[in-house]
């Protein structure tokens, strides 16, 4: 069975042997923050609200109410141009 603490454990121990730093793995990161971001997204509302509480907790209801508005979704998309 994968040991994910165990990999991860020799892996920052051979990256740090090597000298590799943060900004090596920075556009890895993206990539797969970046899919994991279109599945929520084509999960539809229910899935984006829940990744939004599972990620920010109580403070997730805070970022979610404010657009809690008709027309909401006109109102996020103009604001980001």
């Known amino acids: 069975m994968f040991d994910a603490d165990k990999c ?16 090596t793995l920075d556009e890895v990161v993206h990539d797969i923050a970046s ?26 209801e805070n970022t979610i109410r404010p657009l809690l508005t008709p027309n909401a979704e006109a109102h996020t998309s103009t604001e980001r141009r």
């Open 35 to 60: 899919e994991i971001a279109t599945d929520v997204n084509n999960g539809g509302i229910e899935a984006q609200i829940a990744f939004i509480i599972e990620k920010q907790g109580p403070a997730g």
């Open 8 to 23: 991860i454990q020799t892996l920052v121990q051979e990256a740090d042997a090597c000298g590799m730093d943060e900004d």
